[in-house]
């Protein structure tokens, strides 16, 4: 297989900015998206990852074009899907799928699930009739939800059972390629697991690939093959998943590595903080975006834009410095000292863990 077969998707220096100025007002643009460049490869899971406000979602929409770019394209097999008309794009839609991240608000409440999900089948004329019902029955099913459900509405069924009606819905057009935007961050903590293990049995079922936009790096480390991580607009490092947590090269890649929260207080240690507040989307800093907040911010970073260059290793990452400080990791970023009260439960939890150790042990 050449190079190019193995590309599904491709964007490629896309852009979008939202506002304006009104009357009499000067001009307020929020650069959501700036520059972002990136390749998905037939069969992956490819992980989109960043705080709230980094343009991540709008990523997403950008590559299905449900909204407009305001520069750059989108590949899909190699086609422009912005050079396609409305009646190609509506064809183009049976490939091309999102899973929307708020499954209370993504499904039509006047309508059955039988009807929200035959939908697609119907628009795209799969099937008709009876095969049509029976194809719904089959997806029922396939997400975990008896047929005999298809007449009732959403509001008679759970937030996870909605994720599945939502992802029965992408399924029903056949696709290639479904985005997943933020799916499970609305849902609890075990219905995440169960919506994940449900992705991945149907990605691997059906053949399909997968982009996960989130920001639980739990999640992305479980079921993504790359990741690609965000900062204010722009993509800061482009990695395989594995690589990326071992050995962060961006320092907001670390900083996001040593946010993830550590279940045994035993182990738990003060965390890094990063500094300063996150700059605005409508007027970011010049040079480095990150600068602002980085602990290894020199002169250049200040005056000069890095360019997403390649590693050795093949990942890639924008930053000036990330030779001196790849192996840095969290011990790059000033840990603040514990508060005294923190230090004083620790203690006394550390006192009742031995003493119960030694109960345990005497016990034997």
């Known amino acids: 297989m050449s190079i190019k077969s193995e590309i599904i998707l491709e964007g490629i220096d896309l ?19 700036d520059g972002v460049s990136l390749q998905v490869k037939r069969g992956e899971t490819f992980a989109i990852v960043g705080e709230s406000g980094c343009g991540k979602s709008t990523l997403g929409r950008l590559l299905l074009r449900l909204i407009e770019a305001t520069k750059g394209d989108v590949l899909y097999e190699g ?9 190609e794009m509506r064809r183009l839609r049976r490939d091309l799928q999102i899973i929307f991240q708020d499954p209370f608000a993504s499904l039509n409440p006047r309508m059955n699930v039988g009807d929200i999900i035959g939908e697609p089948i119907a628009l795209h004329g799969l099937a008709r009739g009876g095969a049509r019902r029976e194809r719904v029955s089959e997806l029922l099913q396939t997400v975990g939800i008896a047929p005999t459900h298809a007449d009732r509405y ?15 819905r992408a399924l029903a057009g056949e696709p290639k390629l479904i985005i997943g935007d933020e799916p499970v961050s609305a849902l609890d903590v075990s219905i995440q697991a169960q919506i994940i293990n449900l992705l991945e049995d149907l990605k691997e079922r059906f053949g399909l690939t997968l982009v996960i936009v989130a920001h639980d790096l739990a999640v992305i480390r479980h079921m993504s093959d790359r990741v690609a991580v965000m900062y204010l607009g722009e993509i800061v490092e482009l990695s395989e998943t594995d690589a ?16 993830i929260p550590v279940p045994s207080p035993i182990n738990r240690k003060a965390k890094p903080l990063l500094q300063g507040d996150v700059p605005s989307p409508t007027a970011p800093p ?13 002169a250049l970073c200040r005056e000069e834009h890095p360019k997403l260059e390649s590693a050795p290793d093949g990942r890639k990452v924008a930053c000036h410095f990330w030779r001196e400080i790849q192996n840095a990791g969290a011990g790059a970023l000033a840990a ?29």
């Open 244 to 259: 990326l947590f071992d050995n962060p090269l961006h320092p907001y890649t670390q900083a996001l590595l040593t946010a």
């Open 154 to 168: 959403p509001h008679e069924f759970s937030g996870g059972q909605r994720q599945r009606i939502g992802i029965a």
């Open 15 to 33: 852009v979008k900015h939202f506002g304006g100025g009104g009357v009499l007002s000067s001009p307020t643009v929020v650069r959501a998206v």
């Open 336 to 364: 603040p000292a514990p508060s005294e009260a923190l230090a004083k439960r620790l203690a006394l939890y550390r006192t009742w863990r031995d003493r119960q150790d030694k109960t345990g042990a005497s016990s034997q």
């Open 79 to 87: 086609q422009s899907i912005r050079a396609l008309g409305s009646r």
């Open 286 to 298: 010049p040079g480095c975006r990150f600068h602002t907040r980085c602990p290894h911010a020199k």
